[in-house]
Nanobody
Framework: QVQLVESGGGLVQAGGSLRLSCAASGRTFIRYQMGWFRQAPGKERELVAAISRSGGSTFYADSVKGRFAISRDNAKNTMYLQINSLKPEDTAVYFC?????????????????WGQGTQVTVSS
């Protein structure tokens, strides 16, 4: 089992940047592929980025390609999401998630473990 805690959210003006972090408990972080989801009010939860165990494979939703960058540091049990050129439509609660399956990164949304989320608000 793994526990996930997100941080780094906040209020930022359009065009600005944020870096979200997801800290994982335990010593088995490398066993999990990881993902970042977001959920805006009244909308379904959306997978925006995912990364394989080694970090060698990544996935991005079309809506964030070129602006978001996912990474992980297995030595620090931490995953990151660098968000650049923020837009008002990026406003959402951002969740990190972990899954132990062997499915290809970005091909599924049913992750096993979830953090509590961090709010990102982008003002125009």
């Amino acid at each position: 089992q793994v526990q996930l805690v997100e941080s780094g959210g906040g209020l930022v003006q359009a065009g600005g940047s944020l870096r979200l972090s997801c800290a994982a408990s335990g010593r088995t972080f490398i066993r999990y592929q990881m993902g970042w989801f977001r959920q805006a009010p009244g909308k379904e939860r959306e997978l925006v980025a995912a990364i394989s165990r080694s970090g060698g494979s990544t996935f991005y939703a079309d809506s964030v390609k070129g602006r978001f960058a996912i990474s992980r540091d297995n030595a620090k049990n931490t995953m990151y999401l660098q968000i650049n050129s923020l837009k008002p439509e990026d406003t959402a609660v951002y969740f990190c998630a972990a899954d132990s399956s062997l499915r290809v990164v970005g091909t599924f949304k049913q992750y096993e473990y979830w953090g509590q989320g961090t709010q990102v608000t982008v003002s125009s």
